[in-house]
């Protein structure tokens, strides 16, 4: 049942619990924890994702590949990224991620260069398709098909004898061997076994990965610590075979059940450069999310202000959106999107529908400065008389395909600035791409596109006092965009104002501006509303929506515009 709080957006139903994650025992002989070494150059992270034997078709896979590389191309700052699909899907990831800076790697080589192979891939095979990693030494090669460290390494140096491609290599011991305290010894032996006859020269073109194999596919998780002390561990060994200085650039990722709530404090920590992630990377979202972890340089802030908010009225909606507050009656409008109703509550009597249904799934209400109410529903525009409860049909929505109104705003000028939702976002499919706009109209209903590029889901639309600037987001990249608003052309200078931390599910979704130029913003997913200063992203308020995780928007409104619906 949904709620209507104060303090509070509107929000749909759906509850969720979180999982809980387990962890081992820390062995009985400490390693170390602290830094390998001093004065540590600057490795740039790498995000690496194992798709293993997933997905299922080319068609999820081409799904896939579109909403990550739509992501990527709206990150700031990614770190190197790079993504191992199935051997048939190679040419397509490639083909896919062109321009978006993501490399493509194969999951496995060959031992073998030609011949009477059935069934083999040579690294100059992949090397040729323009690939730029293989995947060498993983503990399910090791585990399922016996390849040991002699394997891998011949695996390695097949890599290194391609031009350009690089060898991406896996270490971990087993649960018996961690809880035997033979962590250091394993790891150190598949280190010098495994890159044994790698060239000092050949330093930058390896990566490691440390995965516990007890962690994969168990949801057991590491401490951050004990990652770190394995790293050191590794390190170690490759000071060993290829000498300190060549260790010291080598990146030493972690791969033990990695999840966007986890990324952060891994990262954290000095000698971890990154990570190899394995289920979260076939979900473009939380794959996403891991990729913009926070970095451990991030500068500490005093903590935000936590606040409760309180239930007002139990509305029932199954997706309440777009609440305004109408000064010319004291009352707060809202709709209830997919049932196609309009609500209304003067904060004092029980709330109600002012016409049951309308027919259509509607996006927003705006209130019109002569009286009356704008709806924008996914068949029509339409004009609402309070008093005469019958709505009149003034224009279709903009044609764009599997699209709707979702989020809109009044802009100084009376125009009304109104963004699409593409319904099948989520399903990932060629219609779930980017196709969406932000346009804006007046009273003559001519729509003007305001942006350059598509998105997926409009949100956080919102205009300052002054109205000069305008807030933006496309829910999906999970950011949040500040452009300049001129009274006529369209906006401009677009910059990146906030990205929601990667341990928080959900994203941005609808926003309202305060008297002093803050944002709140509802973060639909991870039931709170937050107030972000747009000019330094910092966020010193947080409204905490219990039993409510998907708040969708919200507003100022009462006698003195100081509460929070």
């Known amino acids: 049942m949904q709620m209507l709080a104060a303090a509070l957006a509107l929000a749909s139903s759906h509850a969720f619990v979180a999982p809980r994650s387990s962890t081992v025992r820390a062995p009985s002989s400490r390693l170390s924890s602290s830094v390998w070494y001093d004065a540590q150059p600057q490795r740039r992270a790498l995000i690496a994702g194992n798709w293993k034997l997933n997905p299922s078709t080319a068609q999820d896979a081409d799904a896939l590949l579109a909403l990550l590389a739509s992501n990527v191309r709206t990150m700031a700052a990614p770190p190197e990224i790079v993504i191992f699909p199935p051997m048939p899907f190679l040419q397509t990831a490639l083909e896919a991620v062109d321009g978006t800076g ?27 398709l323009g690939c730029d990693w293989a995947l060498v030494g993983h503990s399910e090669r090791r585990t399922l098909y016996d390849e040991g460290d002699d394997v891998c390494n011949q695996k390695v140096l097949r890599c290194l004898a391609q031009d350009g491609l690089k060898s991406h290599t896996q270490v971990g011991e087993t649960l018996e061997e961690y ?50 002390a394995a790293h050191v561990a590794v390190r170690r060994a490759l000071s060993e075979v290829l000498g300190a200085e060549a260790a010291r650039r080598v990146r030493v990722q972690y791969g033990g059940s990695v999840t966007p709530e986890s990324i952060d404090r891994l990262m954290a920590q000095p000698d971890v450069d990154g990570a190899l ?114 709505a009149v049909v003034l ?37 779930g791409e980017d196709n969406s706009g932000l346009y804006r109209f007046g009273a003559d209903f001519e729509y003007e596109e305001l942006l350059d590029y598509k998105f997926r889901v409009s949100n956080c639309c919102c205009f300052p006092a002054d109205g000069r ?7 999906p990249t999970r950011k949040i965009y500040a452009f300049d608003y001129p009274k006529s052309g369209k906006p401009e200078n677009r910059r990146l104002i906030w990205t929601q931390p990667p341990h928080w599910p959900g994203g941005p979704d609808g926003a309202q501006c305060d008297a002093e130029g803050m944002i709140w913003v509802a973060l639909n997913g991870a039931g ?14 947080v409204v905490h929506t219990p039993g409510c995780p998907t708040p969708t928007s919200c507003t100022f409104g009462g006698p003195d515009l100081d509460e929070l619906f």
Request: hydrophobic share 40%.
């Open 102 to 128: 993501i490399a493509v790697g194969a999951q496995d080589i060959s031992l073998e260069e030609s011949g009477a192979f059935t069934g083999e891939v040579a690294a100059s095979m992949v090397r040729s």
């Open 179 to 228: 809880e035997s305290d033979l962590l250091e010894t394993i790891v150190s032996l598949q280190v010098r076994k495994g890159l044994a006859g790698v060239d000092v020269a050949d330093a930058d073109r390896i990566a490691i990965a440390y995965e516990p194999v007890w962690a994969i596919g168990t949801g057991k998780v590491a401490t951050p610590e004990q990652a770190q």
């Open 277 to 390: 992630v394995g289920g979260a990377s076939l979900v473009a979202e939380k794959f996403s999310r891991i990729c913009e972890f926070s970095a451990p340089t991030t500068p500490e802030t005093t903590p935000p202000r936590e606040i409760t908010a309180r239930v007002a009225v139990a509305c029932a909606n199954a997706l309440g959106e777009s609440p305004i507050w109408s000064q010319r009656d004291n009352t707060l409008y809202w709709v209830s999107a997919v049932e196609g109703e309009l609500w209304r509550w003067n904060c004092e009597d029980a709330p109600y529908k002012i016409i049951p249904r309308f027919g259509t799934t509607l996006g927003f209400v705006a209130a019109r400065a002569g009286g009356g109410l704008l709806l924008g529903g996914e068949d029509a525009i339409l004009s609402l008389d309070e008093t005469a409860r019958e």
């Open 395 to 431: 224009a279709a929505p903009p044609a764009e395909g599997n699209t709707r109104p979702n989020d809109g705003r009044v802009d100084r000028d009376g125009r009304m600035v109104m963004g699409m939702y593409n319904n099948y976002h989520r399903a990932g499919a060629s219609q």
């Open 469 to 475: 600037t305008v807030y933006f987001a496309d829910t």
């Open 528 to 541: 709170r509303v937050v107030r972000i200063d747009p000019a330094t992203g910092a966020i010193d308020l």
